[in-house]
């Protein structure tokens, strides 16, 4: 059973760089999967943030794609995300998630979030 | 403004039927599976149902989804207490090259 572990730091300064690691377990990095992450700002919906293949290959959300950048190492079990020049609006839960996948697109397993705080 | 619309609230006594709707275009739900997920609060997104009416299993069958052009909709049937919380829909879109997902609709049981 997969497992998705999210960890970083809970605050960062405005303007600066937002670094977040999602440690698999229980799975490898597969090719029919994509792996992605996504945001949650306090008391709004979700937000898809982005996607890694376990080749490199990445699709941001073009909101965020000026900013946004994620890699992975399968050696080590993970994938990373780095969101540049953060502000307050990028307070929020953000998780990693298994997909979407390729057949139906759907999410099938989450980390269970990390809080991110903005603020000086 | 998400790109996926869905009703902010919804409602139902216990054992009794509600839907949720979620509304698109023809570059998402018209084009793409339509995949629901259930958040209770303070909790992570749980995968539910998609539009072809599969469920993870541990997924009881009071919960259905289905799909007509560019609309999908997730049923629940004999409302439990449990089943408060938020649902969210998403898709796949073509305009975007990306997942989008809907503003989400709370349910009160």
């Known amino acids: 059973q997969v497992q998705l572990q999210e960890s970083g730091p809970g605050l960062v300064k405005p303007s600066g760089t937002l670094s977040l690691t999602c440690v698999l377990s229980g799975g490898s990095f597969s090719t029919r999967v994509w792996w992605s992450w996504v945001r949650q700002p306090p008391g709004k919906g979700l937000e898809w943030i982005g996607e890694i293949y376990y080749s490199g290959t990445t699709r941001y959300n073009p909101s965020l794609k000026s900013r946004v950048s994620m890699s992975l190492d399968g050696s080590k079990n993970l994938f990373s995300l780095r969101l540049n020049s953060v502000n307050a609006a990028d307070t929020g839960m953000y998780y990693c998630a298994r997909g979407p996948t390729l057949s139906t697109f759907e999410f099938d397993s989450w980390g269970q979030g990390t809080q991110v705080t903005v603020s000086s | 403004q998400s790109v996926l619309t869905q009703p902010p609230s919804a409602s139902g006594t216990p054992g009794q039927r509600v839907t949720i709707s979620c509304s698109g275009s023809s570059s998402n739900i018209g084009s793409y599976i339509v995949n629901w997920y259930q958040q209770v609060p303070g909790t992570a997104p749980k995968l539910l149902i998609n539009s072809y009416d599969q469920r993870p299993s541990g997924v009881p069958d009071r919960f259905s989804g289905s799909k007509s052009d560019t609309s999908a909709s997730l049923a629940i049937s004999g409302l439990q207490s449990e089943d408060e919380a938020d649902y969210y829909c998403?898709?796949?879109?073509?305009?975007?090259?990306?997942?989008?997902f809907g503003g989400g609709t709370r349910l009160t049981v």
């Open positions: 998403a898709a796949w879109d073509d305009s975007m090259e990306g997942v989008v």
